[in-house]
Nanobody, 122 residues
Framework: VQLVESGGGLVQAGGSLRLSCAAS????????VGWFRQAPGKPREFIAT????????YYVDSVKGRFTISRDNAKSTVYLQMNSLKPEDTAVYYC????????????????WGQGTQVTVSS
């Protein structure tokens, strides 16, 4: 399976972006999906995860109320809507497929995308 992220870019603080994670080769519908990010010089950080049906989600505290994860299983695509962006949200954002359902640890994910850069200017 291949995961491809898109939607990153440069945005001013307070702005919004929507990231997409599209799967090819195999449907994402039977797997949980998560989003992570990595800023320069920092470890990869868990952001959000969504269950196979989309009925359950979980977020890291720093993005709660600003980011929303969702999925369209018919399109085998997962989204991350990011609102009220802050300069500290600047990072490369990765989506990943969970071997199980909802997961917050990187080792619980078996396939990763190549990442998309998000830059928030102040």
């Amino acid at each position: 399976v291949q995961l491809v992220e898109s939607g990153g870019g440069l945005v001013q603080a307070g702005g919004s972006l929507r990231l997409s994670c599209a799967a090819s080769g195999r449907t994402l519908g039977n797997y949980g999906v998560g989003w992570f990010r990595q800023a320069p010089g920092k470890p990869r950080e868990f952001i959000a995860t969504i269950s196979t049906s989309g009925s359950s989600t979980y977020y890291v505290d720093s993005v709660k109320g600003r980011f929303t994860i969702s999925r369209d299983n018919a399109k085998s695509t997962v989204y991350l809507q990011m609102n009220s962006l802050k300069p500290e949200d600047t990072a490369v954002y990765y989506c990943a497929r969970s071997a199980g359902g909802i997961a917050t640890m990187a080792y619980e994910y078996d396939y990763w995308g190549q990442g998309t850069q998000v830059t928030v200017s102040s």
